[in-house]
Protein backbone atom coordinates (compact mmCIF):
# COMPACT_ATOMS: atom_id res chain seq x y z
CA UNK A 1 0.00 0.00 0.00
CA UNK A 2 1.44 3.83 -1.00
CA UNK A 3 2.14 5.70 2.09
CA UNK A 4 3.02 9.53 1.26
CA UNK A 5 6.55 9.95 3.14
CA UNK A 6 7.50 13.92 2.02
CA UNK A 7 7.28 17.11 -0.15
CA UNK A 8 10.32 18.64 -1.28
CA UNK A 9 11.27 22.22 -3.52
CA UNK A 10 13.15 19.81 -5.95
CA UNK A 11 13.99 15.96 -6.56
CA UNK A 12 16.16 14.40 -8.88
CA UNK A 13 16.20 11.28 -10.24
CA UNK A 14 19.46 9.77 -10.43
CA UNK A 15 22.82 10.26 -8.61
CA UNK A 16 24.96 9.93 -11.63
CA UNK A 17 27.17 13.06 -12.78
CA UNK A 18 24.64 15.18 -13.64
CA UNK A 19 22.33 14.40 -11.06
CA UNK A 20 24.89 14.90 -7.94
CA UNK A 21 25.58 18.37 -9.62
CA UNK A 22 21.97 19.56 -9.64
CA UNK A 23 21.08 18.31 -6.58
CA UNK A 24 23.71 20.10 -4.66
CA UNK A 25 22.87 23.10 -6.94
CA UNK A 26 19.79 23.15 -5.65
CA UNK A 27 20.17 22.65 -1.85
CA UNK A 28 22.94 24.66 -1.84
CA UNK A 29 20.73 27.47 -2.90
CA UNK A 30 18.63 27.15 -0.06
CA UNK A 31 15.67 24.31 -1.73
CA UNK A 32 14.48 21.43 0.08
CA UNK A 33 15.99 18.77 -1.96
CA UNK A 34 16.04 15.19 -2.51
CA UNK A 35 18.17 13.03 -4.49
CA UNK A 36 16.79 9.34 -5.18
CA UNK A 37 19.56 6.52 -6.94
CA UNK A 38 18.80 3.28 -7.32
CA UNK A 39 21.75 1.86 -4.88
CA UNK A 40 23.48 4.49 -3.14
CA UNK A 41 26.68 2.63 -3.26
CA UNK A 42 27.45 3.92 -6.68
CA UNK A 43 26.63 7.58 -6.44
CA UNK A 44 29.04 9.72 -8.83
CA UNK A 45 30.05 6.22 -10.97
CA UNK A 46 32.26 6.21 -13.77
CA UNK A 47 31.07 3.19 -15.46
CA UNK A 48 33.23 3.77 -18.45
CA UNK A 49 36.10 5.49 -18.36
CA UNK A 50 38.00 6.64 -15.07
CA UNK A 51 38.63 9.93 -15.74
CA UNK A 52 37.74 13.48 -15.81
CA UNK A 53 38.71 16.02 -18.73
CA UNK A 54 40.26 15.65 -22.12
CA UNK A 55 39.59 17.98 -25.32
CA UNK A 56 36.91 20.29 -24.42
CA UNK A 57 35.72 18.48 -21.52
CA UNK A 58 38.23 20.19 -19.09
CA UNK A 59 36.93 23.73 -20.29
CA UNK A 60 33.40 22.21 -19.07
CA UNK A 61 35.29 20.82 -15.73
CA UNK A 62 36.34 24.50 -15.04
CA UNK A 63 33.98 26.43 -15.76
CA UNK A 64 31.29 24.20 -13.60
CA UNK A 65 33.84 25.24 -11.10
CA UNK A 66 33.78 28.92 -12.28
CA UNK A 67 29.85 28.46 -11.27
CA UNK A 68 29.94 26.82 -7.98
CA UNK A 69 29.87 23.11 -9.40
CA UNK A 70 31.85 20.07 -7.44
CA UNK A 71 33.12 18.32 -10.27
CA UNK A 72 36.93 19.89 -10.56
CA UNK A 73 37.34 19.97 -6.54
CA UNK A 74 36.43 15.97 -6.50
CA UNK A 75 38.52 15.48 -9.37
CA UNK A 76 41.48 17.03 -7.78
CA UNK A 77 40.97 15.29 -4.51
CA UNK A 78 40.77 12.38 -6.46
CA UNK A 79 43.51 12.41 -8.85
CA UNK A 80 45.66 9.44 -10.09
CA UNK A 81 47.35 11.22 -13.01
CA UNK A 82 47.37 14.38 -14.75
CA UNK A 83 47.87 15.52 -17.92
CA UNK A 84 47.21 19.05 -20.12
CA UNK A 85 46.66 17.94 -23.72
CA UNK A 86 47.21 19.59 -26.88
CA UNK A 87 50.14 21.61 -25.67
CA UNK A 88 51.58 21.73 -29.09
CA UNK A 89 48.65 23.57 -30.13
CA UNK A 90 47.38 27.05 -29.58
CA UNK A 91 45.65 27.95 -25.85
CA UNK A 92 42.33 27.55 -26.97
CA UNK A 93 42.51 24.00 -27.38
CA UNK A 94 44.69 23.20 -24.38
CA UNK A 95 42.76 20.80 -22.01
CA UNK A 96 43.13 19.49 -18.48
CA UNK A 97 42.66 15.53 -18.26
CA UNK A 98 42.93 13.47 -15.32
CA UNK A 99 42.85 9.65 -14.50
CA UNK A 100 40.83 9.32 -11.60
CA UNK A 101 40.26 6.82 -8.71
CA UNK A 102 36.84 5.96 -9.20
CA UNK A 103 35.92 4.36 -6.28
CA UNK A 104 37.36 7.06 -4.08
CA UNK A 105 35.47 9.60 -6.43
CA UNK A 106 32.20 7.91 -5.40
CA UNK A 107 33.24 8.30 -1.82
CA UNK A 108 34.27 11.79 -2.28
CA UNK A 109 30.84 12.56 -3.86
CA UNK A 110 28.57 10.76 -1.65
CA UNK A 111 30.42 12.43 1.50
CA UNK A 112 29.46 15.89 0.30
CA UNK A 113 26.27 15.10 -0.49
CA UNK A 114 25.61 14.09 3.25
CA UNK A 115 27.04 16.76 4.39
CA UNK A 116 24.94 19.38 2.47
CA UNK A 117 22.28 21.22 4.27
CA UNK A 118 18.89 20.79 2.74
CA UNK A 119 19.81 18.16 1.12
CA UNK A 120 18.45 14.20 1.56
CA UNK A 121 19.99 11.44 -0.28
CA UNK A 122 17.81 8.48 -0.24
CA UNK A 123 18.15 4.86 -1.93
CA UNK A 124 15.08 4.22 -4.12
CA UNK A 125 13.57 3.54 -7.79
CA UNK A 126 11.15 6.01 -9.08
CA UNK A 127 8.47 3.98 -10.81
CA UNK A 128 6.33 6.84 -11.80
CA UNK A 129 5.34 10.17 -12.19
CA UNK A 130 2.39 12.72 -12.77
CA UNK A 131 1.39 16.59 -12.25
CA UNK A 132 -0.82 17.40 -9.84
CA UNK A 133 -4.04 19.94 -10.79
CA UNK A 134 -1.53 22.67 -8.81
CA UNK A 135 1.64 22.09 -10.48
CA UNK A 136 3.59 20.01 -8.85
CA UNK A 137 4.84 16.56 -8.88
CA UNK A 138 3.68 13.33 -7.60
CA UNK A 139 6.20 10.49 -7.83
CA UNK A 140 6.55 7.01 -6.10
CA UNK A 141 9.66 4.71 -5.38
CA UNK A 142 9.42 0.64 -6.19
CA UNK A 143 8.79 0.68 -2.33
CA UNK A 144 5.67 2.56 -2.46
CA UNK A 145 6.62 5.79 -0.71
CA UNK A 146 5.15 8.61 -2.53
CA UNK A 147 6.42 12.15 -2.63
CA UNK A 148 5.66 15.33 -4.03
CA UNK A 149 7.71 18.50 -5.32
CA UNK A 150 7.82 21.44 -6.67
CA UNK A 151 10.15 20.71 -9.52
CA UNK A 152 11.81 17.42 -10.84
CA UNK A 153 15.31 16.87 -12.77
CA UNK A 154 15.24 13.43 -14.69
CA UNK A 155 19.17 12.77 -14.29
CA UNK A 156 18.51 8.43 -15.19
CA UNK A 157 21.63 8.30 -17.43
CA UNK A 158 21.95 4.65 -19.01
CA UNK A 159 19.03 3.15 -16.12
CA UNK A 160 15.75 4.01 -18.54
CA UNK A 161 14.77 0.61 -19.70
CA UNK A 162 18.53 -0.49 -20.12
CA UNK A 163 19.57 -3.10 -21.80
CA UNK A 164 23.03 -5.17 -22.00
CA UNK A 165 24.61 -6.93 -25.31
CA UNK A 166 27.27 -8.87 -25.27
CA UNK A 167 27.35 -11.20 -28.10
CA UNK A 168 23.92 -13.43 -28.69
CA UNK A 169 23.51 -12.42 -24.76
CA UNK A 170 21.18 -9.31 -23.63
CA UNK A 171 19.10 -8.37 -20.66
CA UNK A 172 17.75 -5.74 -18.97
CA UNK A 173 20.39 -3.70 -16.59
CA UNK A 174 22.36 -0.96 -16.17
CA UNK A 175 25.65 -0.31 -16.12
CA UNK A 176 28.50 -2.01 -13.73
CA UNK A 177 26.03 -5.10 -13.02
CA UNK A 178 22.72 -2.62 -11.56
CA UNK A 179 19.43 -2.73 -12.36
CA UNK A 180 17.81 -0.83 -14.98
CA UNK A 181 14.86 1.50 -14.08
CA UNK A 182 12.13 -0.05 -15.92
CA UNK A 183 8.81 1.68 -15.35
CA UNK A 184 9.34 5.12 -15.70
CA UNK A 185 9.37 5.63 -19.46
CA UNK A 186 5.70 4.68 -19.36
CA UNK A 187 4.49 7.54 -17.63
CA UNK A 188 7.06 9.69 -18.95
CA UNK A 189 5.13 8.82 -22.73
CA UNK A 190 1.62 9.25 -20.64
CA UNK A 191 3.00 12.96 -20.34
CA UNK A 192 3.48 13.24 -24.24
CA UNK A 193 7.36 12.94 -23.70
CA UNK A 194 9.17 12.16 -26.94
CA UNK A 195 11.77 9.20 -26.28
CA UNK A 196 14.40 7.38 -28.90
CA UNK A 197 16.69 4.83 -28.05
CA UNK A 198 20.46 5.79 -27.53
CA UNK A 199 23.48 3.01 -26.62
CA UNK A 200 26.99 3.25 -25.37
CA UNK A 201 29.90 0.81 -24.47
CA UNK A 202 32.38 0.07 -22.50
CA UNK A 203 35.81 -2.12 -22.81
CA UNK A 204 36.82 -5.03 -20.58
CA UNK A 205 38.70 -4.46 -17.30
CA UNK A 206 41.87 -6.43 -16.75
CA UNK A 207 44.15 -7.27 -14.12
CA UNK A 208 47.69 -5.50 -13.83
CA UNK A 209 49.98 -8.25 -13.48
CA UNK A 210 48.96 -10.09 -16.18
CA UNK A 211 49.96 -7.18 -17.99
CA UNK A 212 53.36 -7.35 -19.93
CA UNK A 213 54.31 -3.68 -19.22
CA UNK A 214 57.79 -4.37 -20.83
CA UNK A 215 56.07 -4.28 -24.22
CA UNK A 216 54.11 -1.16 -23.77
CA UNK A 217 54.96 2.29 -24.06
CA UNK A 218 54.60 4.29 -20.56
CA UNK A 219 52.63 7.61 -20.60
CA UNK A 220 53.75 9.49 -17.52
CA UNK A 221 51.85 12.57 -15.76
CA UNK A 222 52.62 16.14 -16.21
CA UNK A 223 55.00 17.78 -13.36
CA UNK A 224 53.98 19.93 -11.91
CA UNK A 225 50.05 19.23 -12.38
CA UNK A 226 48.00 21.66 -12.67
CA UNK A 227 44.44 21.60 -10.48
CA UNK A 228 41.05 21.84 -12.20
CA UNK A 229 39.47 23.92 -9.60
CA UNK A 230 40.15 27.05 -9.04
CA UNK A 231 39.83 26.99 -5.34
CA UNK A 232 42.50 24.42 -4.88
CA UNK A 233 45.98 25.53 -3.44
CA UNK A 234 47.57 22.02 -2.56
CA UNK A 235 50.02 20.81 -4.30
CA UNK A 236 49.25 17.44 -6.06
CA UNK A 237 50.97 14.95 -7.22
CA UNK A 238 51.04 12.14 -10.02
CA UNK A 239 50.73 8.79 -8.32
CA UNK A 240 50.60 6.23 -11.26
CA UNK A 241 51.07 6.09 -14.67
CA UNK A 242 49.23 5.16 -17.66
CA UNK A 243 50.58 2.66 -21.27
CA UNK A 244 50.23 2.36 -24.69
CA UNK A 245 49.52 -0.10 -26.78
CA UNK A 246 48.00 -0.72 -30.58
CA UNK A 247 45.93 -3.16 -32.27
CA UNK A 248 47.21 -5.03 -35.21
CA UNK A 249 46.43 -7.08 -38.48
CA UNK A 250 45.53 -10.28 -36.57
CA UNK A 251 43.12 -8.51 -34.25
CA UNK A 252 41.57 -6.72 -37.12
CA UNK A 253 41.33 -10.33 -38.70
CA UNK A 254 39.61 -11.68 -35.34
CA UNK A 255 36.80 -8.98 -35.43
CA UNK A 256 36.14 -9.01 -39.15
CA UNK A 257 35.61 -12.75 -38.83
CA UNK A 258 33.13 -12.33 -35.55
CA UNK A 259 31.76 -9.66 -36.91
CA UNK A 260 28.45 -11.69 -37.57
CA UNK A 261 28.37 -12.23 -34.03
CA UNK A 262 28.28 -8.36 -33.14
CA UNK A 263 24.94 -7.12 -31.74
CA UNK A 264 25.78 -3.92 -33.33
CA UNK A 265 25.90 -5.80 -36.81
CA UNK A 266 23.38 -8.30 -36.66
CA UNK A 267 20.94 -5.87 -36.32
CA UNK A 268 19.92 -6.48 -32.40
CA UNK A 269 20.61 -3.13 -31.10
CA UNK A 270 18.34 -0.54 -32.28
CA UNK A 271 19.90 2.66 -29.94
CA UNK A 272 22.07 5.14 -32.11
CA UNK A 273 25.37 4.57 -31.05
CA UNK A 274 28.61 7.48 -30.22
CA UNK A 275 29.80 8.56 -33.70
CA UNK A 276 33.27 10.30 -31.89
CA UNK A 277 33.58 7.19 -29.55
CA UNK A 278 32.76 4.14 -31.34
CA UNK A 279 33.40 0.41 -30.22
CA UNK A 280 36.31 -0.89 -31.73
CA UNK A 281 34.48 -3.35 -34.19
CA UNK A 282 33.11 -0.46 -35.13
CA UNK A 283 36.00 1.23 -35.63
CA UNK A 284 38.14 -1.82 -37.50
CA UNK A 285 34.88 -1.33 -40.05
CA UNK A 286 34.88 2.48 -40.30
CA UNK A 287 38.33 2.75 -40.96
CA UNK A 288 38.58 -0.13 -43.05
CA UNK A 289 42.19 1.06 -44.20
CA UNK A 290 44.19 1.58 -41.24
CA UNK A 291 45.94 -1.33 -39.64
CA UNK A 292 45.89 -0.38 -36.15
CA UNK A 293 44.01 1.48 -33.33
CA UNK A 294 45.73 2.85 -30.08
CA UNK A 295 45.07 1.37 -26.98
CA UNK A 296 45.24 3.62 -23.89
CA UNK A 297 46.12 0.82 -20.62
CA UNK A 298 44.58 3.08 -17.37
CA UNK A 299 44.36 2.33 -13.53
CA UNK A 300 40.48 2.47 -12.48
CA UNK A 301 41.91 3.30 -8.65
CA UNK A 302 45.14 3.45 -6.38
CA UNK A 303 43.68 0.14 -4.00
CA UNK A 304 42.61 -1.61 -7.51
CA UNK A 305 44.42 -3.62 -9.43
CA UNK A 306 41.63 -3.48 -12.35
CA UNK A 307 42.78 -1.54 -15.22
CA UNK A 308 40.79 0.08 -18.41
CA UNK A 309 41.40 -0.54 -21.52
CA UNK A 310 40.51 2.55 -23.37
CA UNK A 311 40.03 2.37 -27.07
CA UNK A 312 38.28 -1.68 -26.67
CA UNK A 313 34.71 -0.90 -26.32
CA UNK A 314 32.77 -3.07 -27.48
CA UNK A 315 29.54 -5.95 -27.53
CA UNK A 316 31.14 -9.26 -29.06
CA UNK A 317 30.62 -12.58 -27.75
CA UNK A 318 33.31 -12.80 -24.35
CA UNK A 319 35.22 -15.34 -26.10
CA UNK A 320 35.41 -13.06 -29.01
CA UNK A 321 36.72 -10.44 -26.66
CA UNK A 322 39.21 -12.85 -25.04
CA UNK A 323 41.07 -13.44 -28.65
CA UNK A 324 40.88 -9.80 -29.25
CA UNK A 325 42.62 -8.58 -26.79
CA UNK A 326 45.75 -11.90 -26.50
CA UNK A 327 46.56 -10.59 -30.13
CA UNK A 328 47.49 -7.16 -28.64
CA UNK A 329 50.93 -6.60 -27.76
CA UNK A 330 51.33 -6.47 -23.91
CA UNK A 331 48.17 -8.29 -23.17
CA UNK A 332 49.10 -12.09 -24.44
CA UNK A 333 48.67 -13.75 -21.29
CA UNK A 334 45.64 -10.93 -20.15
CA UNK A 335 43.28 -12.08 -17.29
CA UNK A 336 39.80 -10.20 -18.29
CA UNK A 337 37.94 -9.46 -15.10
CA UNK A 338 35.15 -7.81 -16.57
CA UNK A 339 33.69 -8.23 -20.13
CA UNK A 340 33.16 -5.47 -22.34
CA UNK A 341 29.23 -4.69 -22.80
CA UNK A 342 27.31 -2.30 -24.74
CA UNK A 343 23.94 -1.00 -23.33
CA UNK A 344 20.94 0.15 -24.34
CA UNK A 345 18.41 3.42 -23.33
CA UNK A 346 15.95 6.02 -22.98
CA UNK A 347 16.43 9.27 -23.36
CA UNK A 348 14.54 12.21 -24.39
CA UNK A 349 14.87 14.77 -27.88
CA UNK A 350 16.17 17.24 -26.04
CA UNK A 351 14.60 20.06 -28.77
CA UNK A 352 11.80 19.37 -26.39
CA UNK A 353 13.70 21.48 -23.98
CA UNK A 354 14.22 25.28 -23.05
CA UNK A 355 17.12 26.91 -22.75
CA UNK A 356 17.05 25.98 -18.33
CA UNK A 357 16.92 22.47 -19.90
CA UNK A 358 13.06 22.34 -18.75
CA UNK A 359 10.66 21.34 -20.49
CA UNK A 360 9.13 23.67 -22.40
CA UNK A 361 5.37 21.85 -22.32
CA UNK A 362 5.48 20.45 -18.95
CA UNK A 363 6.46 23.25 -16.49
CA UNK A 364 8.54 21.87 -13.19
CA UNK A 365 9.99 18.79 -15.00
CA UNK A 366 13.96 19.56 -16.39
CA UNK A 367 16.32 17.02 -18.10
CA UNK A 368 20.34 16.34 -17.41
CA UNK A 369 22.89 14.77 -18.69
CA UNK A 370 22.73 11.38 -20.65
CA UNK A 371 18.50 11.70 -20.44
CA UNK A 372 19.17 14.72 -22.67
CA UNK A 373 21.27 12.82 -25.63
CA UNK A 374 24.62 13.65 -24.63
CA UNK A 375 27.72 11.19 -23.61
CA UNK A 376 30.44 11.38 -21.19
CA UNK A 377 30.29 12.75 -17.10
CA UNK A 378 31.64 16.04 -17.90
CA UNK A 379 28.58 16.82 -20.41
CA UNK A 380 26.50 15.30 -17.68
CA UNK A 381 27.90 17.23 -14.70
CA UNK A 382 27.61 20.83 -16.94
CA UNK A 383 23.76 20.01 -17.25
CA UNK A 384 23.03 18.95 -13.63
CA UNK A 385 24.58 22.24 -12.80
CA UNK A 386 22.37 24.37 -15.12
CA UNK A 387 19.08 22.34 -14.12
CA UNK A 388 19.75 22.22 -10.57
CA UNK A 389 20.64 26.09 -10.54
CA UNK A 390 17.06 27.06 -13.04
CA UNK A 391 14.92 24.75 -11.20
CA UNK A 392 16.01 26.67 -7.65
CA UNK A 393 15.89 29.93 -9.04
CA UNK A 394 12.41 29.20 -10.69
CA UNK A 395 11.11 27.97 -7.21
CA UNK A 396 12.72 30.90 -5.81
CA UNK A 397 10.71 33.46 -8.42
CA UNK A 398 14.00 35.09 -9.96
CA UNK A 399 15.76 35.26 -12.89
CA UNK A 400 16.81 32.09 -14.73
CA UNK A 401 20.18 31.36 -15.83
CA UNK A 402 20.57 31.34 -19.30
CA UNK A 403 24.24 30.98 -20.62
CA UNK A 404 24.77 32.27 -24.43
CA UNK A 405 27.48 30.43 -26.43
CA UNK A 406 29.91 33.25 -25.82
CA UNK A 407 29.67 32.56 -22.24
CA UNK A 408 31.04 28.99 -21.72
CA UNK A 409 31.40 25.86 -23.38
CA UNK A 410 28.36 24.75 -21.13
CA UNK A 411 26.43 27.55 -23.19
CA UNK A 412 27.37 25.81 -26.24
CA UNK A 413 26.78 22.43 -25.18
CA UNK A 414 22.75 23.29 -24.14
CA UNK A 415 22.10 26.14 -27.00
CA UNK A 416 23.02 22.71 -29.43
CA UNK A 417 20.75 20.49 -27.52
CA UNK A 418 17.89 22.63 -27.37
CA UNK A 419 18.02 24.19 -31.04
CA UNK A 420 19.95 21.93 -33.09
CA UNK A 421 18.86 18.92 -31.21
CA UNK A 422 21.11 15.34 -31.63
CA UNK A 423 20.80 11.98 -33.82
CA UNK A 424 23.43 10.55 -31.72
CA UNK A 425 25.09 10.83 -28.06
CA UNK A 426 26.08 14.79 -28.21
CA UNK A 427 29.69 14.43 -27.41
CA UNK A 428 31.48 18.24 -26.85
CA UNK A 429 34.39 19.24 -29.08
CA UNK A 430 36.40 22.43 -29.26
CA UNK A 431 35.19 22.76 -32.68
CA UNK A 432 31.49 23.15 -32.02
CA UNK A 433 32.16 26.59 -30.38
CA UNK A 434 32.79 29.82 -32.96
CA UNK A 435 33.97 31.40 -30.08
CA UNK A 436 36.62 29.16 -28.96
CA UNK A 437 39.95 31.47 -28.58
CA UNK A 438 37.68 33.53 -25.90
CA UNK A 439 36.10 30.34 -24.28
CA UNK A 440 39.50 28.97 -23.16
CA UNK A 441 39.80 26.78 -19.91
CA UNK A 442 42.58 29.51 -18.24
CA UNK A 443 39.64 32.28 -18.37
CA UNK A 444 36.46 30.13 -17.19
CA UNK A 445 36.39 31.93 -13.76
CA UNK A 446 36.80 35.31 -15.58
CA UNK A 447 33.65 34.56 -17.36
CA UNK A 448 31.44 32.70 -15.40
CA UNK A 449 32.40 33.24 -11.64
CA UNK A 450 30.63 36.20 -11.46
CA UNK A 451 27.48 34.78 -12.94
CA UNK A 452 27.86 32.33 -9.90
CA UNK A 453 28.18 34.73 -7.87
CA UNK A 454 25.04 36.30 -9.02
CA UNK A 455 23.50 33.36 -8.68
CA UNK A 456 25.00 32.44 -4.53
CA UNK A 457 26.88 29.81 -5.49
CA UNK A 458 30.56 31.51 -5.25
CA UNK A 459 31.23 31.72 -1.31
CA UNK A 460 32.24 35.22 -0.16
CA UNK A 461 36.24 33.91 0.12
CA UNK A 462 36.31 32.54 -3.52
CA UNK A 463 35.06 35.84 -4.27
CA UNK A 464 37.36 37.54 -2.69
CA UNK A 465 40.17 35.31 -4.29
CA UNK A 466 38.71 36.05 -7.88
CA UNK A 467 38.68 39.87 -7.17
CA UNK A 468 42.03 39.85 -5.73
CA UNK A 469 43.38 37.61 -8.49
CA UNK A 470 41.99 40.01 -11.44
CA UNK A 471 43.22 43.17 -9.87
CA UNK A 472 46.92 41.56 -9.98
CA UNK A 473 46.40 40.65 -13.72
CA UNK A 474 45.05 44.50 -14.58
CA UNK A 475 47.99 46.07 -12.45
CA UNK A 476 50.61 43.59 -14.75
CA UNK A 477 49.40 44.17 -17.59
CA UNK A 478 49.23 48.24 -17.05
CA UNK A 479 52.79 47.34 -15.71
CA UNK A 480 54.07 45.50 -19.16
CA UNK A 481 51.89 48.25 -21.42
CA UNK A 482 53.97 51.28 -19.23
CA UNK A 483 57.30 49.10 -18.77
CA UNK A 484 60.33 50.24 -21.66
CA UNK A 485 63.33 48.39 -21.58
CA UNK A 486 65.99 50.16 -23.65
CA UNK A 487 68.82 48.69 -25.91
CA UNK A 488 70.97 46.30 -23.59
CA UNK A 489 73.90 44.05 -23.89
CA UNK A 490 71.78 41.50 -21.84
CA UNK A 491 68.07 42.14 -23.99
CA UNK A 492 70.32 41.31 -27.08
CA UNK A 493 71.72 38.04 -25.80
CA UNK A 494 68.69 37.40 -24.42
CA UNK A 495 66.65 37.58 -27.47
CA UNK A 496 69.50 36.26 -29.92
CA UNK A 497 69.44 33.16 -27.56
CA UNK A 498 65.49 32.85 -28.37
CA UNK A 499 65.54 33.37 -32.08
CA UNK A 500 64.59 36.87 -32.60
CA UNK A 501 65.89 40.28 -33.55
CA UNK A 502 67.10 42.17 -30.72
CA UNK A 503 65.43 45.33 -30.45
CA UNK A 504 67.58 48.82 -31.61
CA UNK A 505 65.00 51.19 -29.56
CA UNK A 506 63.17 51.10 -26.75
CA UNK A 507 60.54 48.31 -26.20
CA UNK A 508 57.71 47.66 -23.99
CA UNK A 509 57.51 44.34 -22.11
CA UNK A 510 53.86 43.51 -23.44
CA UNK A 511 55.22 43.92 -27.31
CA UNK A 512 58.50 41.33 -26.44
CA UNK A 513 55.73 39.05 -25.10
CA UNK A 514 53.98 39.57 -28.04
CA UNK A 515 56.73 37.85 -30.46
CA UNK A 516 56.14 34.36 -30.77
CA UNK A 517 59.96 32.81 -29.44
CA UNK A 518 59.46 35.06 -26.26
CA UNK A 519 57.60 34.69 -22.95
CA UNK A 520 57.01 35.79 -19.50
CA UNK A 521 59.25 33.56 -18.06
CA UNK A 522 62.01 33.88 -20.32
CA UNK A 523 62.18 37.73 -20.10
CA UNK A 524 62.54 37.10 -15.88
CA UNK A 525 66.43 37.72 -16.76
CA UNK A 526 65.58 41.73 -18.00
CA UNK A 527 62.07 42.30 -15.54
CA UNK A 528 63.43 42.59 -12.14
CA UNK A 529 60.97 44.37 -10.76
CA UNK A 530 58.32 42.06 -11.99
CA UNK A 531 55.62 40.69 -9.06
CA UNK A 532 54.92 37.34 -7.68
CA UNK A 533 51.82 35.82 -9.64
CA UNK A 534 49.62 33.08 -9.95
CA UNK A 535 50.58 31.17 -13.07
CA UNK A 536 47.30 31.21 -14.28
CA UNK A 537 47.35 34.78 -14.14
CA UNK A 538 50.38 34.84 -16.12
CA UNK A 539 48.86 32.67 -18.70
CA UNK A 540 46.19 34.62 -19.20
CA UNK A 541 48.12 37.98 -19.66
CA UNK A 542 50.39 36.14 -22.00
CA UNK A 543 47.43 34.42 -24.01
CA UNK A 544 46.14 38.24 -24.22
CA UNK A 545 49.05 39.65 -25.58
CA UNK A 546 49.92 37.55 -28.04
CA UNK A 547 46.18 36.86 -29.59
CA UNK A 548 45.33 40.76 -29.01
CA UNK A 549 44.14 40.98 -32.83
CA UNK A 550 42.40 37.48 -33.26
CA UNK A 551 40.71 38.21 -29.23
CA UNK A 552 39.31 41.58 -30.27
CA UNK A 553 37.66 40.60 -34.03
CA UNK A 554 35.99 37.19 -31.72
CA UNK A 555 34.38 39.78 -29.39
CA UNK A 556 33.19 41.48 -32.17
CA UNK A 557 31.75 38.92 -33.39
CA UNK A 558 30.03 38.15 -30.10
CA UNK A 559 28.63 41.35 -29.83
CA UNK A 560 26.71 40.61 -32.70
CA UNK A 561 25.76 37.63 -31.78
CA UNK A 562 24.73 38.95 -28.94
CA UNK A 563 22.95 41.80 -30.66
CA UNK A 564 20.31 38.85 -32.43
CA UNK A 565 20.17 37.29 -28.89
CA UNK A 566 18.24 40.40 -27.67
CA UNK A 567 16.00 40.49 -30.68
CA UNK A 568 13.10 38.12 -28.39
CA UNK A 569 10.29 35.97 -30.80
CA UNK A 570 7.10 36.31 -28.71
CA UNK A 571 5.94 32.61 -27.18
CA UNK A 572 2.50 33.01 -28.99
CA UNK A 573 3.74 33.37 -32.73
CA UNK A 574 1.95 31.06 -34.90
CA UNK A 575 4.71 30.17 -37.60
CA UNK A 576 2.49 28.84 -39.89
CA UNK A 577 0.81 32.37 -40.31
CA UNK A 578 3.82 34.04 -41.39
CA UNK A 579 3.86 34.76 -44.94
CA UNK A 580 7.10 34.03 -46.68
CA UNK A 581 8.53 31.43 -44.78
CA UNK A 582 9.36 28.06 -46.54
CA UNK A 583 7.72 25.40 -44.84
CA UNK A 584 10.92 23.38 -43.27
CA UNK A 585 11.03 26.95 -41.87
CA UNK A 586 7.73 27.17 -40.38
CA UNK A 587 7.99 22.90 -39.19
CA UNK A 588 11.64 23.90 -37.64
CA UNK A 589 10.67 26.58 -35.76
CA UNK A 590 7.18 25.11 -34.64
CA UNK A 591 8.92 22.82 -33.17
CA UNK A 592 11.93 24.23 -31.13
CA UNK A 593 10.04 27.55 -30.39
CA UNK A 594 13.14 29.79 -30.28
CA UNK A 595 13.16 32.61 -27.87
CA UNK A 596 14.98 35.08 -30.04
CA UNK A 597 16.44 35.71 -33.86
CA UNK A 598 19.66 34.59 -32.81
CA UNK A 599 18.40 31.21 -31.43
CA UNK A 600 16.14 30.95 -34.66
CA UNK A 601 19.34 31.50 -37.08
CA UNK A 602 20.88 28.22 -35.39
CA UNK A 603 18.35 26.14 -36.06
CA UNK A 604 18.70 22.86 -38.71
CA UNK A 605 16.42 24.08 -41.73
CA UNK A 606 16.21 27.65 -41.21
CA UNK A 607 17.87 29.49 -43.58
CA UNK A 608 19.18 33.53 -43.64
CA UNK A 609 16.36 34.46 -46.15
CA UNK A 610 13.98 32.75 -43.24
CA UNK A 611 15.82 34.85 -40.54
CA UNK A 612 15.12 37.99 -42.69
CA UNK A 613 11.16 37.33 -42.99
CA UNK A 614 11.44 37.14 -39.37
CA UNK A 615 13.26 40.21 -38.40
CA UNK A 616 10.74 41.74 -40.54
CA UNK A 617 7.68 40.21 -38.59
CA UNK A 618 8.92 41.25 -35.65
CA UNK A 619 9.03 44.62 -37.32
CA UNK A 620 5.45 44.78 -38.78
CA UNK A 621 4.70 44.26 -35.14
CA UNK A 622 6.48 46.56 -33.55
CA UNK A 623 8.18 44.03 -31.29
CA UNK A 624 12.14 44.79 -33.04
CA UNK A 625 14.99 46.45 -31.30
Known amino acids: MKFFADN ?21 LGCKTALFTINLDWVANMPCNPSIGGTAKGHLVREIDALGGEMAKAADDTMLQSRMLNRGKGPAVHSLRAQIDRRDYSARMKKTLEQTDNLHVLQGEIVSLSQEENGEWRFSTRLEAEYTAKAVILATGTFLRGKIFVGDVSYDGGPDGMFAATDLTADLLKLGMQLRRFKTGTPARVLRSSIDFSELEEQPGDEPVV ?33 HRSPLYAGKIDGVGPRYC ?28 EMYLQGLSSSLPVDVQFNILK ?10 MRPAYAIEYDCCDPLQLSATLEFKALPGLYGAGQFNGSSGYEEAAAQGLVAGINAALKIKGEEPMILDRADGYIGTLVDDLVTKGCSDPYRMMTSRSEYRLVLRQDNADERLTPIGRRVGLVSDERWAHYIARKIAKVAELDRLHDTVLPPSEALAALCEENGTTPPQTGVRLSELIKRPQLDYAKLAPVDPDRPALDPLVIEQLEVQLKYEGYLKRQEADIREMRRLENRLLPDEIDYDGI ?23 R ?14 FLQARGDDK
Open 579 to 601: TGLRKEAREKLGKVRPRSIGQAS
Open 603 to 616: ISGVSPADVAVLIL
Open 278 to 305: PSIEDKIVRFADKEAHQVFIEPCGYKTD
Open 8 to 28: YDVAVVGAGHAGVEAALAAAR
Open 227 to 259: PFSFETEKELENKLPCHITWTNAETKRIILENL
Open 327 to 336: SIKGLEHVHV
